[in-house]
T-cell receptor
Framework: GAVVSQHPSWVICKSGTSVKIECRSL??????MFWYRQFPKQSLMLMAT?????????EQGVEKDKFLINHASLTLSTLTVTSAHPEDSSFYIC????????????FGPGTRLTVL | GEDVEQSLFLSVREGDSSVINCTYT??????LYWYKQEPGAGLQLLTY?????DMKQDQRLTVLLNKKDKHLSLRIADTQTGDSAIYFC??????????FGSGTRLSIRP
C-alpha cells in the first residue's frame, strides 16, 4: 500500500489562466501532504505543507495567494496555480505522510505544467 | 539553514559498483534517505537509515553513514542499466520537513 496519485500528469495552459492539480492518497489516510516544485535538473523545493482541515504552511518565498492549497479530506489535497505565467512552468510533485513519526513521505508521479 | 550536497553526475560501467556520496549540515538529522527518480516520474524511496546507525544493507544497496563527518553514501552493487536514474539524498530532523540534495544523475555505460 501507500500509493499516491496526481491528476493531471501534464497540463498546458495559456498565460493568465488558473490550473488545479489534485493529489490523492489511494490506499491510506494522509495526515499531512506536501507540495514540491522541481525545475529541470534540479532538486525538489518544498513549497508548502498542509494538514487536513487547516491552512497550509508555506515556505519562505512561496506566494500563498498564487499557489492555493486546499486539503479538504484525509485523501485529497489540491494545488491551484492562479493566473499562471511562463515562469510557473515546472514539475509539481506532491507527497503524503501517514504519520508524523518516521517522516516517511510517499510521492506522487508528478504533474508537468507548461504555461504558454 | 540545513543543506544537503551531492555531486551532479556519476558514470559507471555495467556490472561495476556505483557509489553516490552526500554531505549534510544538520547535526540534528534523525533520518537520512535515498530516493530514486526515473525520467518524468516522481520519487521512489530506496532506503533510509536512522542517524544512530552506521550501516544498512538491503540486497544490492548498502548505505554508510559517518555521523561525525555528516557524510552519507549509497553503494549499488552490480549496477544494471535499469539503475540509470537520478538519486536524491535527503535528511529530516524532528520536524516533518525533508531536505533534498540536488540529485546525482547515474549513467551506465556498457
Amino acid at each position: 500500500g501507500a500509493v499516491v496519485s496526481q491528476h493531471p500528469s501534464w497540463v498546458i495552459c495559456k498565460s493568465g489562466t488558473s490550473v488545479k492539480i489534485e493529489c490523492r492518497s489511494l490506499d491510506f489516510q494522509a495526515t499531512t501532504m506536501f507540495w514540491y516544485r522541481q525545475f529541470p535538473k534540479q532538486s525538489l523545493m518544498l513549497m508548502a505543507t498542509s494538514n487536513e482541515g487547516s491552512k497550509a504552511t508555506y515556505e519562505q518565498g512561496v506566494e500563498k495567494d498564487k499557489f492555493l492549497i486546499n486539503h479538504a479530506s484525509l485523501t485529497l489535497s489540491t494545488l491551484t496555480v492562479t493566473s499562471a505565467h511562463p515562469e510557473d512552468s515546472s514539475f509539481y510533485i506532491c507527497s503524503a505522510s501517514k504519520t508524523s513519526g518516521r517522516n516517511e513521505q510517499f510521492f506522487g508521479p508528478g504533474t508537468r505544467l507548461t504555461v504558454l | 539553514g540545513e543543506d544537503v550536497e551531492q555531486s551532479l553526475f556519476l558514470s559507471v560501467r555495467e556490472g561495476d559498483s556505483s557509489v553516490i556520496n552526500c554531505t549534510y549540515t544538520d547535526s540534528s538529522s534523525t533520518y537520512l534517505y535515498w530516493y530514486k527518480q526515473e525520467p518524468g516520474a516522481g520519487l521512489q524511496l530506496l532506503t533510509y537509515i536512522f542517524s544512530n546507525m552506521d550501516m544498512k544493507q538491503d540486497q544490492r544497496l548498502t548505505v554508510l553513514l559517518n555521523k561525525k563527518d555528516k557524510h552519507l553514501s549509497l553503494r549499488i552493487a552490480d549496477t544494471q542499466t535499469g539503475d540509470s536514474a537520478i538519486y536524491f539524498c535527503a535528511e529530516s530532523s524532528s520536524a516533518s520537513k525533508i531536505i533534498f540534495g540536488s540529485g546525482t544523475r547515474l549513467s551506465i555505460r556498457p
